[in-house]
């Protein structure tokens, strides 16, 4: 089973796509997750808002 749902990790994504000001790794340290989860959720499920 995983460790996160879908939601969560869509949501993770968006709370870093939405907020410029947040780092990488703020946001990673802010949700209590690894820093690198966030970067490969980032390459899954995010827009490229940010890129």
């Known amino acids: 089973m995983p460790r996160y749902s879908e939601q969560f990790k869509c949501d993770a994504v968006a709370l870093y796509e939405n907020n410029e000001d947040?780092?990488?790794h703020?946001?990673?340290a802010e949700l209590g997750i690894n820093r690198s989860s966030l970067y490969s959720?980032?390459?899954q499920y995010g827009t490229g808002?940010?890129?």
């Open 22 to 24: 947040l780092s990488l």
């Open 41 to 43: 959720w980032l390459k």
């Open 26 to 28: 703020t946001a990673s």
């Open 49 to 51: 808002k940010r890129a």
